[in-house]
Every structure is written in C-alpha cells, then in structure tokens.
C-alpha cells in the first residue's frame, strides 16, 4: 500500500480525481509552487522598497541641489550689491 501511495502515478491519479484523501501524502509541487510564489513577492517587495530608497536618495540630492543653488544665487547678488556699493 505504502509503495502505491508513494509511487508518482498513484498520487498523480489520486490528485487528477477529485477525491483526495485528507491524510493523503502531499506532493511537492504545490509547495514548490507556495515557495516560488512566496519568492517572487518577496523579490517584488525588495524591488518596491528599492525603487522608493532610490526616489527618496533621488528627491534628497534634488532638495540638496537645490538649497545650495539658492544659497550660490542669494551669495552671489549680495556680494555683488556688496561690491557694486564699496566701488561706488
């Protein structure tokens, strides 16, 4: 009985027709395929969080250049004003 359960076609049989027994041994395909599944979310999720550190990285190196633009632009015309009044 035990090499008939265990045996490739029996439980390809026994899972073709609908009446699987509860205690009945349980091949490894769908547990392959929860794995695959489980890894395939796990690499979206990793995907995910990586694209979001990279727009944060991103948004903060915009936010960075753009402070110190406005600082060069706000130093740059009081230094001018501040040389255009000592010459004159």
């Known amino acids: 009985m035990d090499k008939l359960l265990n045996s490739p076609q029996q439980t390809l ?6 009446d699987v027994v509860p205690h009945f041994p349980p091949t490894a395909r769908p547990v392959k395929r929860m794995m695959m599944m489980m890894m ?3 690499m979206m999720i990793m995907m995910m969080t990586m694209m979001m550190m990279m727009m944060m990285m991103m948004m903060m190196m915009m936010m960075m250049m753009m402070m110190m633009m406005m600082m060069m632009m706000i130093s740059d015309r009081c230094i001018m004003r501040y040389i ?3 010459v004159s």
């Open 40 to 42: 395939m979310i796990m």
């Open 13 to 18: 049989l026994a899972e073709d027709s609908g």
């Open 84 to 86: 255009i009044c000592s």
